[in-house]
């Protein structure tokens, strides 16, 4: 009876911890770390905020854990050549607030939160550019991938953050054919998308028209 009992609080505990985990990823992603209270992620994972903190210790424990979480998640699912789609897909998919894609939405809206918060956000920029990195057979792969890193985020940023029209509702699908495009300069180990060469000759047409 006693096993019983104890084995129902642990699982009771992991069911707690983890609403908590998936309520702050979701609040991280949405309103990012300064704007997301301790209140907030209690009430959404419908526990007490004493909780929070015993399971987490503190709201940047908790941050720098949901990070980390969602990033090795998406990496861990992902094969490395798919990566980049993947997670650019993440944030253009109704603005980087989708489950299982928040990574790099919660790291654009909280730059600039403090050291610790600029530690994981450093920690987890770097595992997804050495994945980048090994789709690259050029000396300055490193480079590359940082390039094609920051470039992603950039394009995050202007459409997550900022809400920059046209990119802020610009076509998902077609976002992605234009970027992906680009960025096989940068790592050829990325697959070739599909429409590839009419997308290549479409911009050819459209500089030769303004040309004209």
Sequence with gaps: MGTTTSEGRRRDAQGTRRRLLEAASALFAERGYERTTVRDIADRA??????????????????????????????????????????????????????????????????????????????????????????SSADNRALRADLALSWMLGIGMMRVVVGKEPLADADPDEVCALVMVALGTLLDGLPEMQGQGSMAGQGSVNTETSAL
């Design 46 to 135: 419908g526990a007490n905020q004493a909780l929070l903190f015993r399971y987490f210790g503190s709201k940047r424990a908790l941050f720098g854990e949901v990070v980390a979480y969602d990033g090795e998640e998406q990496m861990r699912s992902t094969p490395p050549d798919e990566l980049l789609e993947a997670a650019l897909r993440g944030m253009l998919a109704h603005r980087g607030r989708e489950p299982g894609s928040r990574a790099l939405a919660t790291l654009l809206r909280s730059v600039g939160s403090g050291d610790e918060i600029g530690t994981a956000v450093r920690s987890i920029s770097d595992d997804y550019a050495r994945v980048l990195a090994s789709l």
